[in-house]
């Protein structure tokens, strides 16, 4: 059974930063890109940013280009997100998603996500 | 970045009855060199994650009921419920994967009337 598990959400301030992880099991993890989406209570989801299975080809949103980095532990199977200069806006639940494919698929299995709230 | 558009944003529809959701996107997401639609539809109930129903635009995801089917190529494409289950009422949203950022319609809250 695919299982992601969310963690390492929380209150933090503006301008500090925050690591969430995704522990999966399940399926073979190195066999797929993994992404992070966020969902604002409310509203639709935003793809926040996603990484191939080989860490060859890692992409961010426009929003949190520069202060985000993800990254992935294939040994492991741990999927990371490091959200610096937190701002307001980034206060959403953090979905962790696995990818279909190797690289653009669907997102056919999510986290329960966890949630950030950035403020003062 | 692609754009995508739902309608209606909200539905109402008799138990048994056919509800039919759309979704444009602003450029094509049909890739030549395999004639696959990169969309996909998901449903979201209340406290849940996003759950895939439809991929490729017209694949039915394991486990997902008949009465959901996707249609539609390039730029235009429809999520039908054929026989509407008190089950459904959910929001539904489309998704492009043909490009990043992978983007989102706006969302479909469909209701019982």
């Known amino acids: 059974e695919v299982q992601l598990v969310e963690s390492g959400g929380g209150l933090v301030q503006p301008g500090r930063s925050l690591t969430l992880s995704c522990a999966a099991s399940?399926?073979?993890?190195?066999?797929?890109?993994m992404h992070w989406v966020r969902q604002v209570a409310g509203k639709g989801p935003e793809w926040v940013s996603g990484?191939?299975?080989?860490?060859?080809?890692?992409v961010y949103a426009d929003s949190v280009k520069g202060r985000f980095t993800i990254s992935r532990d294939n040994t492991n199977n741990y999927l990371f997100l490091q959200m610096n200069s937190l701002r307001v806006e980034d206060t959403a639940f953090y979905y962790c998603?696995?990818?279909?494919?190797?690289?653009?698929?669907?997102?056919?299995?999510w986290g329960q996500g966890t949630l950030v709230t950035v403020s003062s | 970045d692609i754009v995508m558009t739902q309608s209606p944003d909200s539905l109402t529809v008799s138990l048994g009855e056919r509800a039919t959701i759309n979704c444009k996107s602003s450029?094509?997401?049909?890739?030549?060199?395999?004639?696959?639609?990169?969309l996909a539809w998901y449903q979201q109930k209340p406290g849940q994650p996003p759950k895939v129903l439809i991929s490729?635009?017209?694949t039915r995801e394991s486990g997902v009921p008949d009465r959901f089917s996707g249609s539609g190529s390039g730029t235009d494409f429809t999520l039908t419920i054929s026989s509407l289950q008190a089950e459904d009422v959910a929001v539904y949203y489309c998704?492009?994967?043909?490009?990043?950022?992978?983007?989102f319609g706006q969302g479909t809250k469909l209701e019982i009337k």
């Open positions: 998603a696995k990818d279909a494919s190797g690289t653009y698929g669907p997102f056919d299995y």
């Open positions: 399940g399926f073979t993890f190195d066999d797929y890109a």
């Open positions: 990484i191939s299975w080989n860490r060859d080809n890692i």
């Open positions: 450029q094509s997401v049909l890739y030549s060199s395999n004639n696959k639609n990169y």
């Open positions: 490729w635009a017209s």
């Open positions: 998704q492009q994967y043909y490009s990043n950022p992978r983007t």
